[in-house]
T-cell receptor, first 117, second 114 residues
C-alpha cells in the first residue's frame, strides 16, 4: 500500500525568504509520480509541480522546485522568495504506476504555510 | 489545461435527504475521480468514475451511499445518499490530463448537513 506523509502541520516563513515543505512517501512500485498542490482559503486545488520516479533531474517550475531524494523516498517542495500570496495549504500526492493507466492520486495530510510580511 | 465545473458550489441539506453533484469537463478526459475533503482534513478518494460502467470505490465507500454515474467522457455525477451531519464536507471532482497525468480539480461542492 502506498503512503504519503507530511510531518509539518504548519510552517511560518518571512516574506522573500525560501521555505521547504517536507514530504516522504512509501511505495514498492518502481514507477510512480509525485505531485504538489496548493489549496488557498478559497478551496481550489492548484497543481504546482510534478516529479516522475525515473526523472534524472529535480523538477522546477518558476519559484517552485522539488528536492527529490529517491533513496530516502522524499520529495520536498522548495518555494523560493516567498510571497504573501503563497499562504495556503500545500498537499503532496503520489500515484503508483504510469499515468493514464488508472492509477489514483493519494494525498498527504497537508502543511499550512503562513507567509509573514 | 481543462476546466471543470461543479454544481452546486454549496448547499445546506437536511438529514436523511440525498443530493446529486454534477461535474462537467470542457474536454474529454480518460480518468475522472471523486474526492471528499472533510473540514480541516486532506483529500480522500471516494471512487474512480468509469465511463459507461460502474465506478470503482475505495475502501470505506460503497455504491449505495455514493452512487456515481459517468455516461460520457466529459460528465459525471456523485450522489450523497441518506445524508447525515458526518457527510458535511467538500466534494471535489477531478480529471486526469497532461503529459504527467496531473489531476485538475473543480472548485468543489461544499455540503452542510443539518
Amino acid at each position: 500500500a502506498q503512503k504519503i506523509t507530511q510531518t509539518q502541520p504548519g510552517m511560518f516563513v518571512q516574506e522573500k525568504e525560501a521555505v521547504t515543505l517536507d514530504c516522504t512517501y512509501d511505495t514498492s512500485d518502481p514507477s510512480y509520480g509525485l505531485f504538489w498542490y496548493k489549496q488557498p482559503s478559497s478551496g481550489e486545488m492548484i497543481f504546482l509541480i510534478y516529479q516522475g520516479s525515473y526523472d534524472q533531474q529535480n523538477a522546477t517550475e518558476g519559484r517552485y522546485s522539488l528536492n527529490f531524494q529517491k533513496a530516502r523516498k522524499s520529495a520536498n517542495l522548495v518555494i523560493s522568495a516567498s510571497q504573501l500570496g503563497d499562504s495556503a495549504m500545500y498537499f503532496c500526492a503520489m500515484r503508483e504506476g504510469v499515468h493514464n493507466q488508472g492509477g489514483k492520486l493519494i494525498f498527504g495530510q497537508g502543511t499550512e504555510l503562513s507567509v509573514k510580511p | 489545461s481543462a476546466v471543470i465545473s461543479q454544481k452546486p458550489s454549496r448547499d445546506i441539506c437536511q438529514r436523511g435527504t440525498s443530493l446529486t453533484i454534477q461535474c462537467q469537463v470542457d474536454s474529454q478526459v480518460t480518468m475522472m475521480f471523486w474526492y471528499r475533503q472533510q473540514p480541516g482534513q486532506s483529500l480522500t478518494l471516494i471512487a474512480t468514475a468509469n465511463q459507461g460502467s460502474e465506478a470503482t470505490y475505495e475502501s470505506g465507500f460503497v455504491i449505495d451511499k455514493f452512487p456515481i454515474s459517468r455516461p460520457n467522457l466529459t460528465f459525471s455525477t456523485l450522489t450523497v445518499s441518506n445524508m447525515s451531519p458526518e457527510d458535511s464536507s467538500i466534494y471535489l471532482c477531478s480529471g486526469e490530463t497532461g503529459i504527467t497525468g496531473e489531476l485538475f480539480f473543480g472548485e468543489g461542492s461544499r455540503l452542510t448537513v443539518l
